[in-house]
């Protein structure tokens, strides 16, 4: 049986985290263009809500974690590839008759969700922060992007008002990433299987209505 040595399996975690950032940024950029061509901004708007939705939390993180460059910075190439995809998705969605819905929205961001929470969580962690003060990080990185965009567009934040699981998940799915590291399992997989756990639940929870304890004030 071949085995992995410190380096190799370093370098697999790091190959992974970027992976799997880049797909957090483009499920989140998804899902601001989506809602920024739902409302029939222009090709500036939806460009923008596009990046706010997809730096927005790692941003927030970075600044919290007094981490430079910020990531987007540190990889500028998806600077550009968030403008491609802003300027072509419209015209594709148009030429091809898509339906921009709200729920074509939600997939996305669900993806979105589950990424950014555990990476967050993950690079909190490696930073030396304490396992609360990570999984506040991981949520962070995840709800902060989407409340932007939800401002941007002028709606009240989903995160907030839909009474549906999402910050939520975020902070449980956190401690998915902590617990699994007690078990000295690869980070990668602790990342991974956080991930998907946070990203299922989220479609479920938006498929089935799951709802949260509604707060009713006299």
Do not use: C
Request: without cysteine.
């Amino acid at each position: 049986m071949l085995s992995v040595g410190p380096n190799q399996e370093n370098k697999l975690l790091e190959t992974f985290l970027i992976t799997l950032e880049a797909l957090g940024v483009l499920a989140f950029a998804l899902s601001g263009i989506i809602e920024a061509a739902r409302k029939q901004f222009d090709l500036v708007g939806v460009v923008m809500v596009g990046a706010i939705a997809a730096f927005g939390g790692g941003t927030l993180r970075d600044v919290l974690l007094d981490r430079r460059p910020f990531f987007w910075v540190e990889q500028e190439f998806w600077v550009w590839a968030l403008i491609g995809v802003g300027l072509v998705l419209p015209f594709f969605f148009r030429a091809n008759h898509i339906a921009l819905t709200e729920k074509a929205m939600l997939i996305p961001d669900a993806f979105g969700l589950g990424i950014f929470a555990a990476g967050g969580t993950h690079l909190a962690l490696v930073s030396g922060m304490s396992p609360m003060i990570a999984v506040l990080m991981g949520v962070i990185t995840a709800v902060a992007g989407g409340v932007l965009r939800d401002v941007l567009v002028n709606e009240v934040p989903r995160a907030f008002h839909d009474h549906q699981p999402y910050a939520a998940i975020a902070f449980a799915g956190g401690w998915v990433v902590v617990l699994l590291g007690y078990l000295q399992t690869p980070e990668y997989v602790d990342v991974f299987i956080a991930a998907v756990l946070m990203v299922v639940i989220r479609l479920l929870s938006v498929k089935f209505k799951w709802e949260l304890f509604r707060w009713r004030y006299l």
